[in-house]
């Protein structure tokens, strides 16, 4: 047990369909994280939400939406998903620490992730 | 290519055997990080080293850095069966704030 709860573990959905995936984590960090994770790709960032900023990997489709009401929650909203969306998203979070440098180290701690089937 | 690339993708070994992956990258890093899958599962963060370090330790995990390199490696001694998973790299860049993950290593061990 990592801390970090994702539901559902594994959601078979159609095209048409809208579907949540949620995230919460127990540990008291201020950084949460989706990363979807393809057969035969590198972990692929999709969304990071901290105290300091929101950022979004520019590649990601619209179909996909985040939200972070706080900082223990974390949401992965999906609505018209397309068959190659199939795959597993996994939640991380992490605690950041203030400034940059050498001073940052900060390890993600992961879910167990949503295996997703787009039919 | 990716900026953290494993090497070799798949490695198959005997129970008690050592078992080395190695990871390459492009940019200047403030961090190296090693993870650990199993099937199915989420990552779970095996140990960290910064960029001004050269080696560190953790139980059987040995793990080495060469910036000039741009390259690390990661050692686990008397290898046993519960060790078969996938390893990841990860590349923290300079600011410390966004890690970048390679595509694993797949380790077998067979009792």
């Known amino acids: 047990e990592t801390g970090v709860t994702q539901t559902p573990r594994h959601l078979v959905m159609g095209m048409t369909n809208k579907k949540s995936l949620k995230c919460e984590q127990h540990?008291?960090?201020?950084?949460m994280y989706w990363y979807k994770q393809s057969a035969k790709k590198p972990l692929e960032l999709m969304f990071v939400?901290?105290?300091?900023?929101?950022?979004e990997n520019n590649s990601v489709p619209s179909r996909f939406s985040p939200e972070c009401p706080n900082s223990s929650h974390l949401f992965l909203h999906l609505h018209t998903l397309q068959p190659e969306d199939s795959a597993l998203y996994l939640c991380a979070s992490s605690q950041r620490t203030h400034g940059y440098g050498q001073g940052r180290g900060e390890k993600l701690f992961f879910g167990s992730g949503t295996q997703l089937s787009v039919l | 290519s990716q900026q953290g690339e494993e090497d070799p993708q798949a490695l198959s070994i005997q129970e008690g055997e050592n078992a080395t992956m190695n990871c390459s990258y492009k940019t200047s890093i403030n961090n190296l990080q090693w993870y650990r899958q199993n099937s199915g599962r989420g990552l779970v963060h095996l140990i960290l080293?910064?960029?001004?370090?050269r080696e560190k330790h953790s139980g059987r995990l040995r793990v080495t850095l060469d910036t000039s390199k741009k390259s690390s490696s990661l050692l686990i001694t008397a290898s046993r069966a519960a060790d078969t998973a996938s390893y990841f790299c990860?590349?923290?860049?300079?600011?410390?704030?966004?890690?970048?993950f390679g595509g694993g290593t797949r380790l077998m061990v067979k009792p």
């Open positions: 540990l008291g960090h201020n950084a």
């Open positions: 939400y901290s105290l300091e900023e929101r950022v």
């Open positions: 080293i910064r960029s001004n370090e």
């Open positions: 990860a590349t923290a860049n300079n600011a410390g704030n966004m890690l970048t």
